[in-house]
């Protein structure tokens, strides 16, 4: 759609003014006019006029006067006069007309064909100049553009690869000035190696006739130092234009990005390695001291004796318990610590911690309650491990922490619509309280409130951020108020599906003196001797005939020897270990060796050690340190699988 071209006229007589607005009455033309000189001067000066049609026999000022001010002013020096007169057609009336600035002449009376045809003419010619005042304008913004752009911008012929035109960035880019490069190959400005693959990129714009082509190559500056650019080019009539930008720095960073990425998985790698076999070394003893615990318990033993043992045991469950918190840390950090939901009774785990620690609250003579909402439906889906982990942490926290008073573990129905509810969970407790500016630091791994809890109270510091981490991994949030010397309240809330009750499925312990095995031979590569004395012991008890060895060489020269109903194997062992045994099992023996159960007794926590163990063609997967009675389980799974 055209843009109306603004027409201004300007008549001392209302007639005239009546006639030349019915003879141009147009779409294309939007009409000011006055009887007024000073009066169309204002509407000269206000609006974009491009034609005006004057009088030139006016009382205030005639038109010639009104024309002279109109060309003395920049702003509307421009348009174009038109003069309508009555007076002689006299040559010297026409110059001095021209003279001061008109384009053309109408002649009253005017001739409706000739005023419309005149008015046409230089309407054409108004939008021209304006297309071209337009095409400047544009022209005259991108050489601001491109003379203050901070990427080099030019011009070069794509016949002899020449730079035709080019803007003052390439001095602060290559050092060179424009002059010098003006007339030069675009090559010379490449490093050497980056030459070929350069003229031949260039060369493929031209033939494909690409509209814009983006490549990055190295350029060698005044100082001979190279770097790295990023071209855009484009290929028209027979002229590439390029943009060249100095990508140097994002180079730089982004290979410092990979070094550090690098150097990060490597150091991950490093940790991930030491914390396995932290877990081992540190797991294969603790489970030799329970397993020997649990034989004590079956021999004769005093009551003194028994309370020793009974000292071991929690001296080795708190062992493991820090090592287990320290585990859990890294995986949650790593990424690979997973939420396993399952049809649970609320009661049933709240219970049991409550049961758990009422003991060592009576010992510090604080009361202990407990509040569960009764309209709480029974079973709900949640991993009843973290949900144990999360209420032992808070509530041991405040046991710990409390001298007098009492601590209370409250749980609220917030909401119940359709199969969904949200619970608050709230662990209060009348303790020493934590610092308002301390309350941040508390929840991460290894801080405590104050610089001497640890040696008043114990602990690593890793209970609260293990806490944090479980409850946002279950969709939750943690919050703490606290005030010194009056306690704090810990609370979560997360939103739970409402389960049916899961299958009857026993998950008893067996007896103390479980079903003997019958006629079972089993081969144990263990290379801990307190693991193999506690190992021989258990199984010799159930009536299994035993064979042990230290290292996977070994386990494979018995087995080739001997029929065995099953392989115990540990996996980190000298020499060979149980990974690479288990594989050697499955791919060089032949039926049924080739098939012999295999139960990992990994000291590893990792799920993907366990995953390797499962991969390598072990059966099943026991985690040191572990009970007979886990043990008993898993070989009667393979052994008795139909019982």
């Not at 309407?123 to 022209?139: C, P, T």
């Not at 303790?431 to 602990?459: C, M, T, V, W």
């Not at 149980?578 to 080739?594: H, L, S």
């Amino acid at each position: 759609m055209l843009v109306p071209i603004n027409i201004l006229i300007v008549d001392d007589r209302v007639e005239n003014i009546v006639a030349l607005e019915a003879l141009l009455n147009r779409k294309d033309i939007k009409l000011f006019s006055t009887i007024s000189p000073n009066e169309g001067l204002k509407i000269a000066w206000e609006n974009n006029i491009s034609i005006a049609l004057v009088d030139v026999q006016m009382p205030e000022m005639d038109g010639f006067e009104f024309v002279e001010m109109l060309k003395s002013n920049p702003r509307t020096c421009d348009i174009m006069v038109i003069f309508v007169t009555a007076i002689s057609k006299e040559t010297k009336y026409a110059v001095k007309g021209l003279g001061v600035g008109a384009v053309d002449y109408l002649y009253k009376p005017l001739d409706p064909y000739i005023t419309s045809a005149k008015v046409d003419s230089f309407i054409q010619l108004a939008r021209a100049q304006a297309e071209v005042k337009q095409k400047n304008d544009e022209l005259e913004n991108f050489a601001t553009v491109v003379k203050n752009s901070a990427d080099i911008i030019c011009v070069v012929d794509a016949d002899t690869l020449r730079i035709k035109s080019i803007n003052p960035a390439a001095e602060t880019i290559l050092g060179f000035r424009q002059a010098e490069l003006i007339g030069k190959s675009i090559l010379d400005r490449v490093v050497k190696d980056d030459k070929p693959a350069f003229h031949k990129k260039l060369g493929s714009i031209v033939k494909e006739n690409l509209s814009l082509a983006v490549m990055g190559f190295q350029f060698v500056t005044f100082s001979k130092t190279p770097i790295s650019v990023e071209c855009r080019v484009a290929y028209r009539n027979k002229m590439l234009f390029f943009n060249i930008n100095d990508i140097t720095p994002q180079k730089s960073y982004q290979s410092q990005l990979i070094k550090s990425k690098e150097a990060a998985e490597i150091g991950k790698k490093a940790k991930e390695a030491f914390l396995a076999n932290m877990s081992h070394e540190l797991r294969t003893p603790i489970n030799g001291i329970i397993g020997l615990t649990s034989l004590l318990r079956k021999t004769t033993v005093t009551d003194q004796q028994s309370d020793m043992l009974d000292l071991l045991e929690v001296s080795s469950q708190s062992l493991l318990g820090v090592i287990n918190d320290v585990l859990d840390i890294s995986k949650i950090d790593a990424g690979k610590f997973s939420i396993i939901r399952s049809s649970n009774k609320l009661t049933d785990v709240v219970q049991a911690v409550y049961r758990l620690l009422k003991f060592k609250a009576d010992e510090e003579h604080i009361e202990f309650f407990l509040d569960v909402d009764p309209e709480i439906p029974e079973y709900l889906m949640f991993d009843s491990l973290r949900l144990n982990q999360i209420l032992m942490n808070l509530l041991s926290n405040a046991i710990k922490f409390t001298k007098r008073g009492h601590v209370k573990l409250n749980i609220a129905l917030l909401q119940k619509e359709n199969d969904k509810v949200k619970l608050k969970f709230t662990v209060e407790d009348t303790g020493i309280g934590i610092p308002k500016h301390r309350l941040k630091d508390i929840f991460e791994s290894f801080e405590q409130a104050d610089d001497d809890i640890a040696n008043k109270y114990g602990g690593t510091g890793l209970g609260l951020a293990i806490v944090k981490k479980l409850v946002e991994l279950k969709g939750g949030e943690l919050a703490v108020d606290s005030r010194i010397g009056k306690g704090s309240v810990f609370s979560f809330t997360n939103s739970y599906a409402i389960a049916a009750k899961p299958k009857d499925e026993s998950n008893k312990r067996p007896d103390n003196v479980p079903e003997p095995f019958t006629d079972v031979k089993i081969l144990v590569a263990e290379d801990n001797l307190v693991n193999q004395f506690m190992l021989s012991k258990i199984l010799t008890e159930w009536k299994v005939n035993v064979d042990m060895v230290n290292n996977g060489i070994k386990a494979l020269d018995k087995l080739r020897d001997n029929e065995y109903d099953l392989i115990l194997m540990d996996t980190h062992m000298p020499e060979m270990n149980g990974y690479q045994t288990a594989r050697k099992i499955r791919v060089d023996f032949a039926e049924p060796k080739r098939s012999i159960p295999i139960i990992s007794l990994s000291a590893a926590t990792f799920d993907h050690e366990q995953q390797e163990a499962l991969a390598s063609g072990m059966n099943d997967v026991l985690s040191k340190p572990f009970q007979p009675g886990q043990l008993y389980k898993k070989i009667s799974k393979l052994l008795r699988p139909s019982v």
